[in-house]
């Protein structure tokens, strides 16, 4: 399994798959993780790694204690599809 990483310098979650990475640039305010922008490579696109980093994300804010505020529209219908992580939403 793929593993979310903070990369904190660039302020984004990264997942890299198959020489490749799916980002999402975040703001963060104490608690508050903001998530305006989320991209998957050409390469990678269909096959999951967008949903695959969004769960990484959730998994990240549960264990960190931080919540989400999704701005990109692909992070939002993300949580809509998942209720199931409605937990970390402000």
């Given at each position: 399994m793929?593993?979310?990483?903070?990369?904190?310098?660039?302020?984004?979650f990264e997942l890299e798959e198959?020489?490749?990475?799916?980002?999402?640039s975040y703001r963060?305010?104490?608690?508050?993780?903001?998530?305006p922008h989320v991209e998957s490579p050409v390469e990678l696109?269909?096959?999951?790694a967008a949903s695959r980093l969004m769960e990484g994300i959730a998994v990240l804010a549960r264990a960190n204690g931080f919540k989400i505020v999704p701005t990109c529209?692909?992070?939002?219908?993300?949580?809509?599809?998942?209720?199931?992580?409605g937990d970390i939403l402000t």
């Open positions: 793929s593993v979310v990483v903070d990369n904190e310098a660039a302020r984004r198959d020489g490749h990475t799916a980002f999402a963060r305010s104490d608690n508050i993780v903001t998530i696109r269909g096959k999951g529209p692909y992070a939002v219908a993300w949580f809509r599809r998942h209720p199931e992580a």
